[in-house]
Every structure is written in structure tokens, then in C-alpha cells.
């Protein structure tokens, strides 16, 4: 990840294209499993190529009206759609626009973080990540220390029973603590109240890009979305928690005019 999004634009999209068209295919996967499955190939496509496209505006010029190919696999699906044998379980088809607002949309906005003017710089995004990590392992360590006594209120008991009030708030401090940390280190350029601010938003949308997920694969009745990381389960395990808080950490720093 660190080697992704320092090292090279280049890398940065093969990395992030693949982790958004994997992402994809295991939430179209719980929610269809092969069912529709040409529509899900379009959806991958639609995600895959979204990316790519602002990707390729964002890093090499590309101007942006090619950005519209993007509607062509889109188009395709109502099309596809009407030469299905059968219409059982089409409402399902829903989950195909569904993955693409949840899991591709933040995805595909990624290349414009990436962006220092016209210099490629992957510090800020890091940054955000480093901030997510420290969050879980505040989570982790606190919610393991205090939040799993019988006497411990757990934060949202019919999604994660063994999330933890405790863990809650030991993530925001860890979370706080780490945007402290970079703001010294200069890796947030901003003012030490934005940083603050912007820890405790990110610990809060770690906290509920986490239980989102939950919430899908407790509908689906799945324990992890996927197998391909091991210890982890999916990708979109692996990166429930971004596919909120980055975005809401981004919508902080477009209203104050600092991205």
C-alpha cells in the first residue's frame, strides 16, 4: 500500500483499479452470487473504467469529455437486461448501481488526492490511511483491553456484537493522536485545529464505514466478503472503513478551501 501510493502513478492506479474491480465482484458476489452475471461483468467493467478514465485525466491531461465512455458499459446494463430468459429476482439487479455508488464512486475520485497541483504526490492520502490504521488499532487494543467485560455497553450489538463503546472511543483518541503526529510531521499541511478536527471525523467514519459493511454481509448472511487476503477475509473488508472516511475527511477539506 505505502509503495502504491508514493512510489508511482502508474502503480497507484493498477493498485487502487484492482482493489475497486475486486471489491466490486465480492459485493456483487454476496449480493448475487452468480446470478445476473453478465450484468455484474458490465458493472466491474463500468467501475474498472470510471477509475481509469479520471485516473488518466487526473495523472496524464486526458481531456474530460472522454470521461462519458464511462456510460457506455452503464447503458448496456438496462439493455442486457431485456434479453434476461426470466425476470425472477430482478428487483437484485439494484445491487449492481448500488456497488457502483458505495464501492467505485469514492474510488474513482481517489486520483484527484493524489494531485499536488501537476506533481504526483501520495503523502496526503497516506496520511489518511495511517489515520484509518491507527484508528483500528486504538479500537483493537482498547476494546480488547476494557470493552469486553459482561458489565462493558457495546456499540451496535445486532451488527458487530463484539464491538465496544470503549473501542469506539479509543479509536478516536488513537485516531486524534496520529493526525497530531502528522501535522508535526508535515504530512497534513494544514493547521493543527484542522488536523484535530479531521481526526476525530475520520475515527467517527472508520467507525461507520466498518458497521456499513457489516450491515451488507449480515443481510447477505456472509462472515467476510471474500478469501483473497489472508488473516482479513475480502478486499472490501480490507477497505470498508476508507470508502467512508476518506471521502468524508475530502468533503472537511473542500468546504474550508484546503483540497
Do not use: N
Not at 459482561?150 to 470503549?166: D, E, G, N, Q
Amino acid at each position: 500500500m505505502v509503495f502504491g501510493l508514493i512510489w508511482d502513478r502508474g502503480i497507484f492506479a493498477c493498485l487502487f483499479v484492482t482493489i475497486l474491480v475486486v471489491a466490486l465482484h465480492e459485493f456483487y458476489h454476496m449480493a448475487m452470487k452468480t446470478r445476473f452475471r453478465l450484468q455484474q461483468i458490465l458493472g466491474q467493467i463500468a467501475g474498472g473504467a470510471a477509475f481509469l478514465l479520471v485516473a488518466w485525466h487526473c495523472f496524464y491531461g486526458l481531456e474530460l469529455r472522454w470521461l462519458a465512455l464511462v456510460l457506455v458499459p452503464l447503458l448496456l446494463i438496462p439493455v442486457s437486461c431485456l434479453l434476461l430468459p426470466t425476470r425472477e429476482g430482478f428487483g437484485d439487479l439494484s445491487y449492481i448501481y448500488a456497488g457502483l455508488v458505495y464501492i467505485a464512486l469514492p474510488i474513482s475520485f481517489s486520483p484527484f488526492i493524489m494531485m499536488d497541483g501537476e506533481v504526483f504526490s501520495g503523502w496526503l492520502m497516506l496520511s489518511f490511511f495511517i489515520l484509518i490504521w491507527c484508528s483500528d488499532v486504538g479500537a483493537y487494543c482498547i476494546g480488547t483491553a476494557f470493552g469486553q467485560k459482561p458489565t462493558s455497553r457495546k456499540l451496535a450489538p445486532s451488527i458487530s456484537p463484539k464491538k465496544s463503546w470503549w473501542g469506539f472511543w479509543g479509536g478516536i483518541v488513537f485516531c486524534v493522536g496520529a493526525a497530531i503526529s502528522l501535522h508535526y510531521l508535515t504530512w497534513l499541511p494544514y493547521d493543527l485545529v484542522h488536523c484535530l478536527v479531521l481526526g476525530v471525523i475520520v475515527g467517527i467514519a472508520d467507525v461507520c464505514g466498518d458497521l456499513f459493511e457489516s450491515m451488507w454481509k449480515r443481510h447477505f448472511g456472509y462472515k467476510d466478503s471474500g478469501k483473497c487476503i489472508p488473516g482479513h477475509g475480502g478486499m472490501l473488508d480490507r477497505f470498508d472503513s476508507s470508502l467512508v472516511a476518506i471521502p468524508a475527511a475530502c468533503v472537511y477539506l473542500l468546504i474550508f478551501g484546503l483540497l
